[in-house]
């Protein structure tokens, strides 16, 4: 593991390519259940170009009213799929938290979708990390600091690596500048896979 700064650790090929192909299949049987579906920004309405599905208790949805988790898929109306074993392995593996994750985000990018500098602050518990994992098609990964103008370093996020932002690292900005297309063959149609697990609600 590669520590990038105080809080944040890099895992490179975390996944090997079995795991890769199996957490693929898994996500298969999720968005059979629970379909993508495009996010929009508070306010505006305006679409995110990252598609968007969840597992375990709660998901992450956004709409014209705003960010919050929820119970159930924001189209079908059903709770979402259980999150894969495999997921909950690699939680406890990399995140030290003693609690399992109540969210995982699926975040599916399409060659040019792109995400923009945010702080993932629609929690509770600050306190647990969050764990990332990547499959497919390599992204430059950008990430600053604790204030939007912070100045900013970049990596590439490879299919199969994971990350992991703790402590101070918890609340930095970070974004998804760019796709390599055509740079992994794991999804036939190319493209980028990105679980994000986090603990969203304080433990008892
Ligand atoms: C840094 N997703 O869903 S994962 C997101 O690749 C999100 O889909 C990106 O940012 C993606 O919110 C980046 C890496 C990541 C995830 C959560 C973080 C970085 C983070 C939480 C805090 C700080
Ligand atoms: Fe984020």
Redesign the pocket.
């Known amino acids: 593991a590669i520590t990038l700064s105080p809080g944040l650790t890099y895992y490179p090929d975390y996944l090997d390519r079995p795991a890769q192909e199996q957490l693929l299949q898994s996500l298969r049987e999720i968005t059979k259940a629970a379909p993508l579906f495009t996010p929009r920004m508070p306010r505006t309405g305006k679409p995110f170009s990252?598609r968007m599905t969840n597992c375990g208790r709660l998901g992450w949805v956004s709409d014209v009213q705003g960010y919050r988790y929820q119970p159930a898929h924001p189209e079908t109306g059903e709770p979402w799929p259980s999150m894969p074993e495999q997921v909950l392995r690699a939680w406890q593996d990399l995140s030290g938290y003693p609690h399992p994750p109540d969210a995982c985000?699926v975040?599916f990018y399409e060659p040019t979708a792109r995400?923009g500098m945010?702080q993932?602050k629609d929690e509770e518990a600050f306190d647990a990390p969050?764990v990332?994992l990547?499959l497919g098609d390599t992204?430059l990964?950008r990430?600053g600091g604790l204030e939007r103008g912070d100045p900013t370093k970049s990596i590439r996020?490879r299919s199969g690596d994971a990350?992991v932002?703790g402590g101070p690292?918890?609340?930095?900005y970070?974004?998804?500048d760019r796709l390599n297309a055509g740079s992994s063959d794991l999804l036939p149609q190319g493209g980028r896979l990105?679980l994000?697990l986090r603990k969203v609600e304080k433990a008892l």
């Open positions: 990252v985000l975040n995400m945010h993932d969050v990332s990547s992204a990964f990430y996020l990350i932002f690292a918890r609340l930095i970070h974004g998804i990105n994000t």
